[in-house]
C-alpha cells in the first residue's frame, strides 16, 4: 500500500488536495471503465451505528438530512453513483452503504469485494465509535484488498462532553496514518464539508488509477525495464 504522509487535518477542508494534470481515462484498465468509458470507483461507507453512514449516504444521492434513523432500503444495500470532474477527466464515485449489515458474514464479502476505498466514518462527539477504528482498518484491509481508506469524522456540528479530542487524534495517527489516503471533518446535518470530500476522494481514486496504468504502460515497453532504469530511479544499479 503506498504511504502517503497526512497534512494535519483542518476543518471542512480536503487535506489531501494535489496539484496534477489528469489524462484522459482512456489508458486506464478495463476494469475501471464502465460502457460509456468512464472509470467508475466503487466507495464502501463503514464504521460503528449511528455514525451518520446512510447520512452521508443521502447527501450524496440527492443533498438532503433527515433525523430519522431508518433505513428504507429493501434489498439491505443501497448503492448511488454520481459523476465528477477532476482536470480533463470525467470520472464516477459509486457509493455503497449497508445499515451496519457489512458487519455480518452473510453481506460481508459482496459489499466489499471490488471497492477500490473505504469511507471509515466515527461520530466526532463519541469517543467509543472512535477508538474502535482500527478494527474496522483491520476488516477493510482483509476483505478489500487493495482499497484506499479514508477517514470521516462526521457530527462536526455538535460539541459534546464526549469529544474526540485532539490528542486522541494524535494518538490514532502516529499509529494509522500510513494506511490512510484522506482526512475529513463534516456535518452531515449541516452540510458542512462533504461535497469537497466527495470531490477530493475522486481526485485521489483517479489520480492513483491514473499513475497504475502509467506504471503498467512503463513495465511492458518492450527493450526496457523502468524499475532498474539508472536515471528514472535515480540510483546506479550495483552490477
Ligand atoms: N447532529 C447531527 N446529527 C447527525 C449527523 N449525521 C447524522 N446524524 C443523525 O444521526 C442519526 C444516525 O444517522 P444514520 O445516518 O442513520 O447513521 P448510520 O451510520 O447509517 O447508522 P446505522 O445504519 O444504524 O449503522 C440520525 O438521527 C441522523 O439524523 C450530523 O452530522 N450531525
Ligand atoms: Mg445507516
Same mark, same amino acid.
Given at each position: 500500500?503506498?504511504?502517503?504522509?497526512?497534512?494535519?487535518?483542518?476543518?471542512?477542508?480536503?487535506?489531501?488536495?494535489?496539484?496534477?494534470?489528469?489524462?484522459?481515462?482512456?489508458?486506464?484498465?478495463?476494469?475501471?471503465?464502465?460502457?460509456?468509458?468512464?472509470?467508475?470507483?466503487?466507495?464502501?461507507?463503514?464504521?460503528?451505528?449511528?455514525?451518520?453512514?446512510?447520512?452521508?449516504?443521502?447527501?450524496?444521492?440527492?443533498?438532503?438530512?433527515?433525523?430519522?434513523?431508518?433505513?428504507?432500503?429493501?434489498?439491505?444495500?443501497?448503492?448511488?453513483?454520481?459523476?465528477?470532474?477532476? $482536470? +480533463?477527466?470525467? @470520472?464516477?464515485?459509486?457509493?455503497? %452503504? =449497508?445499515?451496519?449489515? &457489512?458487519?455480518?458474514?452473510?453481506?460481508?464479502?459482496?459489499?466489499?469485494?471490488?471497492?477500490?476505498?473505504?469511507?471509515?466514518?466515527?461520530?466526532?462527539?463519541?469517543?467509543?465509535?472512535?477508538?474502535?477504528?482500527?478494527?474496522?482498518?483491520?476488516?477493510?484491509?482483509?476483505?478489500?484488498?487493495?482499497?484506499?481508506?479514508?477517514?470521516?469524522?462526521?457530527?462536526?456540528?455538535?460539541? $459534546? +462532553?464526549?469529544? @474526540?479530542?485532539?490528542?486522541?487524534? %494524535? =494518538?490514532?495517527?502516529? &499509529?494509522?496514518?500510513?494506511?490512510?489516503?484522506?482526512?475529513?471533518?463534516?456535518?452531515?446535518?449541516?452540510?458542512?464539508?462533504?461535497?469537497?470530500?466527495?470531490?477530493?476522494?475522486?481526485?485521489?481514486?483517479?489520480?492513483?488509477?491514473?499513475?497504475?496504468?502509467?506504471?503498467?504502460?512503463?513495465?511492458?515497453?518492450?527493450?526496457?525495464?523502468?524499475?532498474?532504469?539508472?536515471?528514472?530511479?535515480?540510483?546506479?544499479?550495483?552490477?
Amino acid at each position: 500500500m503506498p504511504r502517503l504522509k497526512l497534512k494535519k487535518k483542518k476543518k471542512g477542508k480536503a487535506v489531501n488536495g494535489r496539484k496534477q494534470e489528469l489524462e484522459e481515462p482512456s489508458s486506464l484498465p478495463p476494469s475501471l471503465r464502465m460502457a460509456s468509458g468512464v472509470p467508475n470507483y466503487k466507495i464502501i461507507l463503514c464504521g460503528e451505528y449511528g455514525v451518520g453512514k446512510s447520512s452521508i449516504f443521502r447527501r450524496f444521492l440527492n443533498n438532503t438530512f433527515t433525523t430519522e434513523n431508518s433505513k428504507k432500503s429493501t434489498i439491505g444495500l443501497d448503492q448511488c453513483t454520481r459523476p465528477f470532474t477532476i $482536470g +480533463k477527466a470525467e @470520472v464516477k464515485l459509486t457509493l455503497w %452503504d =449497508t445499515g451496519g449489515m &457489512e458487519r455480518m458474514s452473510f453481506i460481508g464479502s459482496s459489499y466489499y469485494r471490488g471497492a477500490h476505498a473505504a469511507l471509515l466514518c466515527y461520530n466526532s462527539n463519541n469517543k467509543e465509535t472512535f477508538s474502535i477504528l482500527s478494527q474496522y482498518i483491520l476488516d477493510i484491509v482483509m476483505n478489500a484488498e487493495g482499497a484506499k481508506i479514508f477517514l470521516c469524522g462526521n457530527f462536526a456540528d455538535g460539541e $459534546g +462532553k464526549d469529544k @474526540v479530542e485532539e490528542a486522541d487524534m %494524535d =494518538t490514532f495517527m502516529s &499509529e494509522c496514518e500510513d494506511v490512510l489516503s484522506g482526512v475529513y471533518d463534516v456535518s452531515c446535518k449541516d452540510n458542512w464539508g462533504l461535497q469537497e470530500m466527495f470531490e477530493d476522494m475522486a481526485k485521489v481514486l483517479h489520480t492513483d488509477a491514473m499513475n497504475r496504468a502509467t506504471i503498467r504502460r512503463d513495465l511492458i515497453r518492450p527493450g526496457e525495464t523502468p524499475e532498474l532504469d539508472e536515471e528514472t530511479q535515480g540510483k546506479k544499479r550495483c552490477c
